[in-house]
């Protein structure tokens, strides 16, 4: 019995197709985060105290000066008390060394 070529290659060429493994990989991602590298602090002390007044630098005073102005601009100003206290962080991480 003689088997026809024509209809022997693509049987194999089929086979072929049906056996390959196919792999897949894993694809690993990476999350970007953004990071806000400004101090809520100076955004705070730029709005509340410039409202009113012309602002000093931070280092204008040392972090022992700054409490009781800071204070003091709170009661005349109305500002809040935890916005007061994230002002108060920034100027005395920002001041003047003693």
Same mark, same amino acid.
Request: glycine letters at 4%.
């Given at each position: 019995?003689?088997? @026809?070529? =024509?209809? /022997? /290659? *693509? =049987? ?11 792999? %897949? &990989? #894993? &694809?690993? %991602? %990476? ?5 806000? #590298? ?6 705070? =002390? ?10 000093? &630098?931070?280092? &204008?005073? #040392? ?7 800071? =204070?003091?601009?709170? @009661?005349?100003?109305?500002? *809040?008390?935890?916005? %007061? ?11 003047? *060394?003693?």
């Amino acid at each position: 019995m003689k088997i @026809k070529l =024509f209809l /022997v /290659v *693509p =049987f194999l060429s089929l086979l072929s197709c049906v056996s390959k493994k196919q792999v %897949t &990989a #894993t &694809a690993q %991602t %990476t999350e970007v985060v953004a990071i806000n #590298t400004e101090e809520p602090g100076k955004g705070l =002390f730029q709005k509340q105290c410039a409202a009113c007044h012309d602002l000093y &630098a931070p280092n &204008a005073y #040392t972090a022992q000066q700054w409490e009781p102005i800071v =204070f003091e601009m709170q @009661k005349k100003g109305g500002i *809040p008390n935890d916005e %007061t206290y994230v002002i108060l962080d920034y100027l005395k991480k920002n001041a003047k *060394p003693q």
